[in-house]
């Protein structure tokens, strides 16, 4: 058992969420190489031919519409506001949130042997306590908390606030994700916090600029991430080709435009709709078609990986229940649910695989979409900022479909074009964020600033800024929810 920092945190403080002031702790947690499935796990490599991870994504936006203009979950706006648009979903949406704390202690009761990884975003947890929604936090906490089922449950660490990592402010990339550790722990406790060890990035969006990603991958590692989860697509191999064995973990190879690199092992989602192969577990039944592979000198079994959005949707509202269950039951017949094709966790399989003898550097390796166009004209030894600058532009003329605005699940959209009016003020805020804490953090009094009301309150609307959703559900009273939020954050900067 991990010996770990004892006192509780408070979850909220000051009526604000609790994602500040214990940076040092929270590395300290989460910076083990200690084994988190293996002591528990009841799965032998050698009687499986095949695994598949299921992941499920839930969020939920922090909008300035509560009473006097607070700030509340979109969840309580639509309880609050039923008639307008889908709204009428608050209850089954909650439900959602819920539910898979239900199913999880049933299956298992019943002699199954399920798995599942879960991303919430920090809003979406924050959001069910303002709500009062105890009963749904207590859900989670069981199957994250309690031993019988813990190790039948991983969890993913994500962005704080739902933030697409390519257009987010590199200084702020490592803010959000801390923030999400520490009030992860507010919430579920130190020990399951150093349990959290595989990241999903918001919208699978992985960024392709050399140094957003070298700085993405930098401060995962820092903040003691072993491995994260990649779109199929928006990665390709060294030579610029699609992924010859997406069924394999990969080493994501992030070189930056000073020549430094620094890698980090990804597991694959493979391309197609996201909630409907969840819901109807179509990467189990994908598995049952693969066999073992060779890594290194080891033979492993493949792994199918899928994530999708844990409430959205009919399909996850109505056929996920059955179909997840159903799917338990199958392999429980078909080999104890331990032999032959089998669900896995993801840090569970790597642990796995890493004990049988397999390396890391053995992985098949991977860089994001579109940056073998940038190494045919930069030479790795020679690599300057302004090299790789210029060969960006130079490949922009070329190719008006060449961008370094990353790749995700939603590539039809674009998270940059046509929203100026809330990138700007973000990148804005966030310059003014920095260039008022910066120089204070780097005085004595810093540990304490960071504890500090009027510190988490700026961080806060700093971070709620970059939330995807602002962008991505349209222009309109989205984009003015961006504009309120940027006011006050500018406000607070401006008192501070």
């Excluded at 916090?193 to 992985?206: N, T």
């Excluded at 030894?381 to 995700?408: R, T, W, Y």
């Excluded at 929203?419 to 700007?424: G, I, M, S, T």
Aim: proline share 6%; hydrophobic share 35%; charged share 20%.
């Amino acid at each position: 058992m991990l010996s770990l920092h004892t006192t509780d945190l408070p979850e909220i403080i000051d009526d604000l969420p609790n994602i500040s002031g214990w940076e040092k702790e929270v590395l300290a947690v989460v910076n083990h190489d200690a084994p988190i499935f293996l002591p528990t796990t009841n799965i032998k490599l050698e009687d499986v031919n095949a695994v598949f991870a299921i992941a499920l994504h839930m969020h939920q936006p922090t909008i300035p519409a509560g009473y006097g203009g607070t700030l509340i979950s979109n969840l309580q706006y639509m309880f609050e506001h039923p008639n307008e648009g889908d709204n009428h979903n608050a209850a089954p949406f909650a439900y959602c949130y819920s539910r898979i704390g239900d199913f999880i202690p049933e299956l298992v009761n019943q002699g199954c042997n399920p798995r599942v990884m879960l991303d919430y975003s920090g809003n979406l947890l924050w959001g069910l306590r303002q709500m009062g929604r105890n009963d749904i936090i207590d859900n989670l906490k069981r199957i994250t908390c309690d031993r019988t089922y813990q190790p039948y449950v991983e969890w993913l660490g994500t962005m704080w606030s739902h933030a697409v990592i390519p257009s987010t402010p590199i200084p702020d990339i490592k803010l959000h994700i801390i923030a999400w550790q520490q009030y992860f722990a507010a919430i579920f406790g130190w020990e399951a916090l150093a349990r959290v060890k595989g990241f999903s990035p918001p919208e699978m969006h992985l960024p392709n600029h050399p140094d957003t990603l070298f700085e993405f991958v930098k401060a995962l590692k820092e903040c003691g991430y072993r491995w994260l989860l990649v779109q199929e697509h928006s990665v390709e191999t060294t030579t610029g080709e699609s992924l010859r064995y997406k069924h394999l973990p990969h080493r994501l190879v992030a070189r930056n435009s000073q020549g430094e690199t620094i890698s980090i092992t990804a597991l694959i989602k493979t391309q197609g709709s996201d909630t409907k192969l969840v819901a109807q577990m179509q990467p189990y039944y994908e598995a049952k078609t693969l066999s073992k592979q060779q890594v290194g000198n080891v033979s492993i079994p493949p792994i199918v990986s899928q994530i999708g959005d844990g409430e959205n949707g009919g399909v996850m509202m109505n056929e996920f229940p059955s179909a997840f269950k159903q799917a338990w039951q199958d392999m429980v017949n078909q080999g104890g649910g331990k032999s032959g094709v089998v669900g896995i966790c993801g840090t569970e399989y790597l642990e796995l695989i890493e004990a049988a003898g397999c390396k890391p550097e053995d992985y098949p390796t991977c860089q994001p979409v579109g940056q073998h166009y940038i190494w045919e004209r930069v030479s790795p030894d020679n690599c300057q900022p302004e090299a790789v600058e210029s060969a960006i532009q130079e490949l922009k003329q070329i190719n008006p479909n060449f961008h370094m605005d990353g790749a995700s699940w939603t590539n039809h959209i674009s998270w940059v074009k046509g929203y100026e009016n809330v990138l700007a003020p973000m990148y804005q805020l966030s310059s003014l964020f920095h260039q008022k804490i910066d120089p204070l953090l780097q005085t004595n009094s810093a540990e304490t600033l960071t504890q500090q009301s009027h510190y988490r309150k700026a961080l806060l609307h700093n971070l709620l800024l970059q939330t995807s959703c602002f962008r991505y559900w349209g222009q309109g009273a989205w984009t003015d929810y961006a504009r309120e939020i940027y006011q006050r954050g500018e406000n607070l900067l401006q008192t501070m």
